[in-house]
């Protein structure tokens, strides 16, 4: 038994008359400190499995089970940077607190949080005057901010553009690096998938079709050839 | 502008696009017409005394203190009643807005209700309450309740799915949800409503104080007619349109001030 077990999870929707069945059978494990990409077409099941482990879904069968009993503390980042349009980028970052005692919220944390991630000087900004990649920047503060031990994210940069998503790869990276959190990340940029996680698993329909462990050295270089041969057979995984 | 304004034309030049850009302009055409007309007699003085007349009223209102006496009775009643029904409408749409069978149940009723005009009520309500405040009350809970209530509910179902889902994610109770993230995402809707009901509750009240009461500017206005002193209705007319406008603006100040969240400053 792992850190992280779901067995043989199935999800239906219903349909019109009938259902649709977005996982069917999938199972995967992890141990702590992992960094898994989940990758796949669109409909393959990656998002629901997300949501069905964050808690926002339940699931039609099938079981997720953690080798530390209870489940973690989880922290997520959707592919919508989500903040409180009401609150300013020190309080949304500090959002898991909100709701507990005033004297208990860890200003602390939050200012490290700003500082690593390059938001200080934004710390009393909205989010309306933020640009979308500091926007996920705040998303991403917020999810650490909670200290999780499980942290999902569900194409978080699926809409930055070319740079400002390199910039914060390369963040998440560092952070892995530092912290060792256990890492689901959502996504069907294969280059990515590549770049960051130890592991990718491949979903077609509904079920793992493919993993495959990632065995280069971190930081990877995208012009590694190794690097490159992996994401084309990724590729061909996934286009078949 | 600086060396402009120092000459006499460049200040004339301000003085016109200040006047140009407040949108005080008709007002202002409006007050020479009403001074001219009266001053070369274009109508009787009985129908529509000049504004000289009006403000000396005015002054003299002012002085015995009969203006300030009516001001504040129908502005108590605004602020009792505008409370009351501000109370009892957001309870009742945050309930119906979280609870939605509750909704459907009440929905026909209040569409019922909605549509009758507080005044129509008038009768039925002297009957019951007195001219005294009580009716007066009611009439402004009644104007206030729907605007309120309905921007509320709008505000409380239109609350983003994906914040509710962050907040259920970072552990928030449902009680938590609601006061951290339902309400704070519905306050500009609820600032609307309360904006809206506060003009409608000051116009049927002015309604009420014309038809029965003993003190308030519908009151003073009545008074005035049965002592066929137009000036001092033109006071009240006056005095009622400039009061509406101070707490509509007040309101819609506060909203602007409260929820911006910072859309008017620069982007980063």
């Known amino acids: 038994m792992s850190w992280f077990d779901a067995v043989d999870i199935r999800k239906e929707y219903p349909l019109g008359d009938g259902v649709k069945v977005a996982l069917d059978g999938f199972s995967l494990s992890a141990p702590r400190g992992d960094f898994v990409s989940i990758i796949g077409r669109s409909g393959s099941g990656k998002t629901t499995f997300l949501r069905i482990v964050a808690g926002l879904l339940e699931k039609t069968s099938g079981e997720i089970r953690y080798g530390g009993g209870v489940p973690p503390r989880i922290g997520m980042?959707?592919?919508?940077?989500?903040?409180?349009?009401?609150?300013?980028?020190?309080?949304?970052?500090?959002?898991?607190?909100?709701?507990?005692?005033?004297?208990?919220?860890?200003?602390?944390?939050?200012?490290?949080?700003?500082?690593?991630?390059?938001?200080?000087?934004?710390?009393?900004?909205?989010?309306?005057?933020?640009?979308?990649?500091?926007?996920?920047?705040v998303a991403l503060g917020r999810a650490l901010c909670r200290e999780p031990e499980l942290i999902l994210m569900d194409e978080p940069f699926g809409s930055l553009d070319y740079f400002t998503r390199r910039s914060l790869q390369e963040e998440i990276l560092r952070l892995y690096m530092r912290d060792k959190k256990t890492i689901f990340l959502v996504t069907h940029d294969v280059d990515e998938a590549v770049a960051l996680s130890r592991r990718v698993v491949v979903l077609d329909q509904g079920r793992v079709s493919r993993e495959i462990d990632i065995d280069l050295e971190y930081p990877r270089k995208r012009t590694n050839p190794a690097f490159a041969a992996t994401v084309e057979m990724i590729l061909s995984y996934i286009t078949g | 502008m600086?060396?402009?304004?120092?000459?006499?034309?460049?200040?004339?030049?301000?003085?016109?696009?200040?006047?140009?850009?407040?949108?005080?302009?008709?007002?202002?055409?409006?007050?020479?017409?009403?001074?001219?007309?009266?001053?070369?007699?274009?109508?009787?003085?009985?129908?529509?005394?000049?504004?000289?007349?009006?403000?000396?009223?005015?002054?003299?209102?002012?002085?015995?203190?009969?203006?300030?006496?009516?001001?504040?009775?129908?502005?108590?009643?605004?602020?009792?009643?505008?409370?009351?029904?501000?109370?009892?409408?957001?309870?009742?749409?945050?309930?119906?807005?979280?609870?939605?069978?509750?909704?459907?149940?009440?929905?026909?009723?209040?569409?019922?209700?909605?549509?009758?005009?507080?005044?129509a009520t008038i009768p039925m309500l002297i009957l019951w309450f007195g001219i005294g405040e009580a009716s007066k009350l009611v009439i402004i809970v009644m104007a206030t309740f729907f605007p309120i209530f309905l921007n509320t509910v709008q505000g409380v179902s239109q609350c983003d799915r994906g914040l509710l889902e962050v907040a259920r994610i970072f552990g928030y109770t449902k009680a938590q949800s609601l006061r951290l993230v339902v309400l704070p995402s519905s306050l500009p809707y609820v600032l609307t409503g309360m904006r809206l009901g506060l003009g409608y509750s000051w116009r049927s009240l002015i309604a009420a104080e014309l038809v029965a009461a003993s003190s308030g500017l519908g009151y003073m206005i009545l008074d005035a007619e049965q002592l066929s002193r137009p000036d001092v209705i033109m006071v009240g007319i006056l005095v009622i349109g400039f009061l509406g406008s101070v707490m509509d603006f007040s309101l819609s100040y506060a909203t602007a001030r409260f929820t911006s969240y910072g859309r008017n400053d620069v982007v980063v």
């Not at chain 1, 898991?96 to 602390?108: E, F, Q």
């Not at chain 2, 005394?49 to 002012?62: E, H, I, Q």
């Not at chain 2, 029904?85 to 957001?90: G, M, P, R, Y």
């Open chain 1, 77 to 137: 980042v959707f592919q919508e940077p989500r903040l409180m349009p009401w609150l300013t980028v020190e309080k949304n970052v500090l959002f898991a607190h909100l709701s507990r005692n005033r004297k208990a919220i860890p200003y602390d944390m939050a200012k490290n949080l700003l500082e690593m991630l390059g938001l200080s000087l934004y710390k009393d900004a909205y989010p309306s005057q933020l640009s979308g990649g500091m926007a996920q920047r």
């Open chain 2, 2 to 119: 600086g060396k402009d304004s120092a000459t006499g034309k460049g200040k004339r030049e301000n003085i016109a696009s200040a006047i140009w850009n407040t949108g005080v302009a008709i007002p202002l055409v409006v007050l020479i017409f009403w001074h001219q007309g009266s001053k070369f007699g274009w109508w009787s003085a009985y129908l529509l005394p000049g504004p000289a007349v009006v403000m000396r009223s005015f002054f003299s209102l002012l002085e015995s203190g009969e203006l300030s006496r009516n001001i504040v009775s129908s502005i108590v009643r605004i602020l009792k009643g505008f409370s009351v029904s501000s109370v009892f409408a957001l309870a009742a749409a945050f309930v119906c807005g979280i609870y939605r069978p509750m909704l459907r149940q009440l929905s026909p009723t209040l569409e019922f209700l909605r549509h009758i005009p507080p005044m």
